[in-house]
């Protein structure tokens, strides 16, 4: 009876997991802003009690820093919308100028590209006279553009403002949390996980913010002595890109690598400006960041990669960016809960006997 009682456990919990991924993909609108809105509160709540603690009201606090953080995001639209705007439009001329550019890379492709298609061709050409083929129209790129400019503007919106009635609450929302167990050992683990979800949450998000932004000036001023138009959209788009581990680094070297062969006439030259940018990250990928976050993360870096493959899937770039604060979360859910310390120790990248953990 016992293990019948397991086994229908262990299927129920399956079920939950799968039932979780299968409500987050489909309410992506919904769940979004929320979970960005929870992040950025946790990110700012240190300095809000800060700014608390001389004297300001906490809802006053918590406006200047909203608006902060809605007066940064502005003005990183400002100041590189513009110029992604007008490459976007751009983007059918720079490809063929690129084409041009690496005409022996190019050629080289089309053969095999050829090869393909001829293959595929013999391999259908048997059922094509019986087969209806139905085109459907793509959405045009400028309705495309507008729609998710919309569900961006949308989704920032929605996250402010709750980070605004978040912050507002001061320990209001941590203190109903405490009161919805029963037995005080259940409100003393529930406010115990709460602050250490707060505490690591916070400071890796605040700490990597401050290194992604020395990063983005780093790779202005980098891309600027070099020569590179518009150096100061790149360090903005590094500055976000950092946010995403592994893969951020990968995609700015190769949309960097791109632009510099299309802006400079030698191709020995606009490698300057890719080869810098790897370095900058790699850098601080290497030695900036585990010296400043260092033991703060604990991570088991397999569990990081397939957590971002897994919410960049779901989500695309946005849960790609959250797949890590997501997965802290969870680290340290899990290392209050006696009956899920195995998956915790799974999670951490130092490796200690499954009873070591001080809170029990």
Sequence with gaps: MTNDLKAIRRSLAVLATISVFVVAYHARELILPVLLGFLLALTLSPVNRSIQRIGVPAGISATLLVLVAAAGIVLAIFFAGGTVAEWTNDAPAIAQQLKQKLSGVSEALEVVQKTSKDI?????????????????KPPSLLNSAVTVAASTVTSIGVALILTLFLLASGDLFYTKIVQSFPTLTGKKRALSTVYDIERQVSGYLFTITLINAGLGIAVTL???????????????????????????????????????IVTFDSLTYAFLAPVAYQLLTTSEAQFV????????????IVAVFLTVVLWGWIWGIAGVI????????????CDNFDDLAIVGNFLSSAERPLNSNPKR
């Design 120 to 136: 595929e061709e013999m391999a259908t050409e048997a059922e094509a006279d019986t087969t209806q083929k139905v085109a459907v």
């Design 222 to 260: 980098a891309l600027w002595a070099i020569g590179l138009e518009y150096a100061y959209v790149w360090g903005i788009a590094a500055f976000l890109l950092n946010y995403v581990p592994v893969l951020g680094g990968i995609i700015g070297t190769v949309l960097i690598a791109a632009y510099s």
């Design 289 to 300: 960041t585990p010296y400043i976050v260092g033991r703060r993360m604990e991570l088991n």
């Design 322 to 333: 959250v797949a890590v604060p997501f997965l802290l979360v969870f680290k340290v859910v």
